[in-house]
Structure formats: C-alpha cells, structure tokens
C-alpha cells in the first residue's frame, strides 16, 4: 500500500506564499515523476508543476515565474513553493506520482489540499 499524504495549504492574502508538501509513505514502490495538480470550483483539473526523478521540470504557463516544484528523492517527498499568490490560484491542490510497485507502474493521488488567496 502506497499513499500521498499533503500538507500545508491555508488561507493567505495576494501576494503571499506558501509551501505545500507531500510525502509517499509504504514500502517495495519506486517513484518516477510527481506533480501538482490543481482544480477550482467548475473546473477542470490541470497541471501546475511537474518534475521528473532526475529534477527535470515543468510549469503551467500561469504559474510560471512564481511557483517553484522541488523533489527529495531520499524522503519520496515533492515540494511546491508558491510566490505572489494571486485570487485566481485558489483551489484545491493534488499530489501526483507515477509510482512501481510489483512491477506495475501506475498513478496515486493524495486527498487533497485547499489554497485560499483572498484579495
């Protein structure tokens, strides 16, 4: 059994920061590449951030600039640090990770965590 578990969302004011986290816990898994997903009320879900195992990264063109994903392979954790927050950023944020287990490669999300940038 692998889980994602996040932390860090909240409310905050634009312009300010904040940093989520979300850590891979189980055993007999390896990790490829993980992400940040986001979806806002009425909408669809989409790509915030991505990041291969070696640190290779990409970024949704409206986050560019201002949210920075980072990954510590040895604790199977992903960060998103996330600069200037805008009105528009709030939604509930998703950990994702392609993870192996039993030779298997196949995706796992975590819960779910609520951004809020009030203006």
């Known amino acids: 059994q692998v889980q994602l578990v996040e932390s860090g969302g909240g409310l905050v004011q634009a312009g300010g920061s904040l940093r989520l986290s979300c850590a891979a816990s189980g055993s007999g898994f390896s990790i490829s590449t993980m992400g940040w997903y986001r979806q806002a009320p009425g909408k669809q879900r989409e790509l915030v951030a991505g990041?291969?195992?070696?640190?290779?990264?990409n970024y949704a063109d409206s986050v560019k600039g201002r949210f920075t994903i980072s990954r510590d392979n040895a604790k199977n954790t992903v960060y998103l640090q996330m600069n200037s927050l805008k009105p528009e950023d709030t939604a509930v944020y998703y950990c994702n990770a392609q993870i192996r287990r039993f030779s298997y490669w196949d995706d796992y999300w975590g819960q779910g965590t609520q951004v809020t940038v009030s203006s």
């Open positions: 990041i291969t195992s070696g640190g290779s990264s």
